[in-house]
């Protein structure tokens, strides 16, 4: 699936079995909550947190998959085409960052 793809399907649901977009505050504000469990997974699972019995059960591409599907939602709702977006991103990055890492010490 194309990022073009994941936009329309993602349009698709919410105006077939959706009722609306919720509006762009909101949306932001379900983004932060389910990036927030995405750290709690990486910070229990990954990082020095103990992780309790009910955390082993958490599912973190099924909370990565929530993040996108918000993005996807926010992309749509201002019009954005993640697309392009993404490819001016990586052109950006390519000009401005080509060899900041590799000359980082702090990487090597």
């Not at 020095?48 to 918000?70: C, G, H, M, P, R």
Request: hydrophobic share 35%; proline share 1%; aromatic share 6%.
């Amino acid at each position: 699936m194309t990022i073009s793809e994941a936009q329309k399907q993602v349009d698709e649901w919410i105006t077939t079995k959706g009722v609306r977009y919720f509006s762009e505050l909101t949306n932001m504000a379900i983004l932060t909550e389910e990036v927030g469990e995405v750290a709690r997974i990486i910070a229990r699972r990954y990082g020095e947190q103990s992780e309790k019995e009910s955390d082993k059960e958490a599912d973190l591409a099924d909370e990565l998959a929530d993040v996108l599907w918000v993005v996807l939602c926010l992309a749509n709702q201002t019009g954005t085409d993640l697309t392009s977006a993404l490819q001016a991103n990586f052109r950006k990055k390519n000009l401005r960052d080509s060899d900041r890492h590799r000359n980082n010490p702090k990487l090597h």
